[in-house]
């Protein structure tokens, strides 16, 4: 019997905050991203994070959700009649039965930044796997303009998912391989995934190491982003969201390119930035249930 | 509500202008652009009827016009190469841009009718020689159909053409007018309707329809809302009214715009003096222009502005045809020229069908931006 393996297939993932007690909260809420590639759900304690699933989305919206909340919420002792409003984004947004409301990810990824990094945000580049997205916002999250890449899956999650198959790279290591090379190869020319991926194999034909492929495509993703931060300018502080901003080999490329580095993630910060869609929406879930109890 | 009949005579335009053939026993040309002096075809008896967009994806035109001329062009092309105009007599175009003269040629060569004419009209509506021009080519032209139809236009056939069309302009012009309440009494993609129904239609018809509109919107109850966003459009060609009514489904409403299935088509009308084909060509040249002619300064830059401001808009949705160069080179200033003035902007290239899912997440992500809080 063979094993297939897939390499692009990422791990699942939820975490519980240790020093949040839910029954003290007085305000539970949660927003879940159900994005193109991963569904995510983080739970609100009042304005504390208290869990959080990370899951592949699957073919439909309504069941990714419940499974990233279910995820989420496994072994806290929450049920979701605790949750008391649920705000849906991401490009299933409009789908997801028990959300009290839908709100887009950009709004979302913005006010997620503003709590995550703080009110000093006011750029904010999200990665996600079908789609990029740069956003800027103002002292209190606000969106005040921002711009999508084009109708391609070039320069998203889902590329990197196809160079890490074809070079058999598990996805999580891509970032630190595409580093380990001694010159820093041109970046693949292609903008188009499909074709991308014909001249990576051409590539490895030429007799190119992997480590040297992925540097290009690397290298290629953080270009095309670049293109996009400039079209809407680079406002100081800059910070990165989405799947790929957990890609050390693009994220420095991109630093190098831009001139600018990306605040960190703040030390004592345990979750993860490919949550800030949701942790926004979590955010506005607790804003709107705020505003409904004081209308009665 | 009449206004149905004009969503009607949208949807059902070929049905409309057969029932009209038979009925009155005349020719229909197809024009190409909204700088094809149309009086001068009335006058002739015959009924102009625009070519617009299907929105239906097709395969027929990548034989004849490459596959970066415009959605536009391409979708215009690919209905005449399929049959969908075979009741059409003759065909013209205002010369305007390269992609759509191109998609009249490739239809000329490869659906013959009996009468087709390219007429020029001024690339540089600035210039001083613009009106002599346009004379000179709406002279020419008036031959022509004259030729085809082997019998004169008169003066009198001609100032009838021209009231019938003023008052078109005018009707138009004043439900416009309407769209600055709060709420308006009606919606954008309902205003573009009554813009392209009157582009596919008999005036003289049409102009009935407007004034029962008229009538009928001040009692309106299914209007939309109050408070709701007041957008404006501006750009390229658009038909895609399904588009627009997406749109006014989030919790906006289009109050204003500058299409050429809109404003620009009717805004101004032909000031009548004794020499009517001056008149009528005059009428040409002063119109919002196109940016295919708007050269150097922009007289297009000043109409959307006095819109923006007498219309009360909070944000504009620049439409663009893919691969539509004027519109390209006239979007970065236009940005600018908004935000100077406090209002920001929604860049979206519109494409033979549009991507209905990356668009919902703009469209809405403007809106939410443009509300003062989000929730």
Redesign the interface.
Known sequence: MTTQVEYWRWTESRYTNPEVDWRKASTITAGIDVGSVSSKAAVLADNEILAYGLMRTGSNSPDSALNAINRAIEGTGLTMKDIKFIVGTGYGRINIPFAGKAITEIACHARGANYIWGPVVRTILDMGGQDCKAIHCDEKGKVTAFLMNDKCAAGTGRGMEVFADLLQVPITQVGEMSLQVDKEPPPVSSTCVVFAKSEGIGLLRQGWSKNMVLAAYCSAMAHRVVTLLERIGMEKEFVLTGGISKNIGVVSRLEKELGIQAVPLPKDQKFDPQLAGAIGGALFARDLLAKSRKAF | MTLDRAKEIVTNRHDYAREWKKKTGSKVMGYFCTYVPEEIVYAAGVLPVRVIGSHEAQSYTEPHIYAMFCPFSRDVLAQGLRGKYDYLDGIMIGHSCLHLRQAFGAWMTNVPASFSYYMYTPAKIQSPHAKELMLAETIEFKKAVENWLGRPITDGALDKSIEVYNTNRRLLKQIYELRKADPPPLFGSEAIELVLSSQLSDKAEHNKILESVLKELPQRRNGPQGGNIRLMIIGSEDDDTNFLRYVEGLGATIVADEHCTGSRYFWNETIPEKDRLRAIGNRYVNRPPCPTKDWESRRRFVHIMNMAKEYNIQGAILVQQKFCDPHEFDIPPLKALLEKNGI?SLFL?FDITV?I??FR??V???L??LQL???
Request: hydrophobic share 35%; charged share 35%; no cysteine.
């Open positions: 920001p290239e991507p899912g990356q997440t703009r809405e992500a403007f939410e931006m809080e989000v929730v």
